[in-house]
Every structure is written in C-alpha cells, then in structure tokens.
C-alpha cells in the first residue's frame, strides 16, 4: 500500500522561529489531516483539509498555524513563531479514496519539532 | 464535540493472557471506530476498525466490539505475544464531521 511520507524526520529550531513540515500526500486521496502528539500523550487533531481547502480546525490551530499546498500536490504544515509547548510529533495523515468518509486514516512517519 | 475517554492507561498481563481495553464516546452521531497501535518512536498504525452497522468484528487475535446504546466500545486481544507490548489507541469520528478523535491511549505491556 503507498504510504504518505513526510520531511524532515526530525526539527530542531529555536523558540521564536518559523518551521515548516512538509507531507507528500497519497493520490487520488482527497481528504488531508494534521496531527499532534505532545510525547507521552494522545493523538491531537489540528486541522484537515478537504478539496484544496481548510475543512476543519481546533482550537490548538491558532493564527501561529498554516497549511498550504504550495505545488498543488505536497502539502506543509507553518508554525510562524514556534514555543517551547509545540515541541511535539508532529504527523500528517490521509484517508484512501475518493469515497473517503469514515475510512481508515493512514499516518505518516512523523516529523518531530524540538523547540528549544 | 467528541470526547473520547479510554480506560485502563497501563495494562501488565502474562504472555498467553488475554488483553481488554475499553473506550467510550460522548456524540450519538458517531459511526467509525478505529484502533491504533503506536510503538515507540513510531507512527499510529491502523490495527481494526469497526463501523456503527455492526457489533462486533474480529480478525485473528484482535477483535472488536461496539454498543451503540452505551457508547462504548472494546478491544480485545487473546493469546497475547510480547510483540503486542504498544501503546493503544481507541477513536471515534461521524456525524457532521470526518476527523478522528482519539482516546488517551493505553500502554499494554506483555511479560513474557
């Protein structure tokens, strides 16, 4: 099965900075997702994407926060000013097929962002 | 919105024992329930998954119960294996909306 892949696999920015997480996301899946997990934690949902748009956000995907498509095909997830508290694993996830809904959400690897 | 609760957070059983983890779920709406499980390090991993049309489904080891009427549901792993030693996810989505809540996790440890 393809699987969605994501870079870097590792971040280590300071506080303050701007970050950039990219995904390479399956084709022909059309509903698009981030997620959070703080370690030792559950699996937070931050935002999703839907047909080139934003479908959905929490309350953790504040004004600091972006997603964006800038090639029409990879998607990036922006922390403008990262915090200590967005230290975390941060993971991309699609769900298969064009008849997505309520399907099975395959995640990728993972990048994880230490800001220190 | 969805809330998912997930009971116990750590479970020690004895290789060849069985293994139960509940989840409960607050929005009636809800229609999809998936399990994860993350080792350390790694990504969430699909392992089940179970929709509001059926009560129960299993496949090998692993199965899955649901009742609708109480909102909960279970994860039931037999004959456990050191290798099932992870953390496990429960969540839930459906209704208005198609993004997965998850519970807390449980940290099963099987002691060979």
């Known amino acids: 099965e393809p699987e969605v892949t994501q870079t870097p696999s590792h971040q280590v920015t300071q506080m303050g900075q701007e970050v950039i997480l990219r995904c390479v996301p399956i084709s022909n899946h059309l509903y698009f997702y981030w997620y959070r997990q703080i370690l030792g934690q559950k699996v937070e949902f931050l935002v999703s994407?839907?047909?080139?748009?934003?479908?959905?956000k929490s309350e953790i995907f504040d004004d600091q926060f972006s997603v964006e498509r800038p090639d029409g095909s990879n998607f990036t997830l922006k922390i403008r000013s990262t915090k200590l508290e967005d230290s975390a694993m941060y993971f991309c996830?699609?769900?298969?097929?064009?008849?997505?809904?309520?399907?099975?959400?395959?995640f990728g690897n993972g990048t994880r962002l230490t800001v220190t | 919105g969805e809330n998912v609760e997930q009971h116990p957070s750590t479970l020690s059983v004895q290789e060849g024992d069985s293994a139960v983890i509940k989840c409960t779920y607050s929005d009636s709406a809800s229609n999809y329930f998936p399990w994860y499980k993350q080792e350390l390090g790694k990504r969430p991993q699909l392992i089940i998954d179970i929709r509001s049309n059926v009560g129960e489904k299993k496949d090998q080891r692993i199965a899955v119960t649901l009742n609708k009427t109480a909102k909960h549901f279970s994860l039931h792993i037999t004959e456990t294996q050191p290798e099932d030693s992870a953390v496990y996810f429960c969540a839930a989505s459906g209704g208005a909306t198609n993004k997965l809540i998850f519970g807390t996790g449980t940290l099963l440890a099987v002691q060979p």
């Open positions: 994407f839907y047909n080139n748009e934003i479908s959905e």
């Open positions: 996830a699609q769900q298969g097929g064009r008849s997505s809904y309520n399907s099975p959400l395959h």
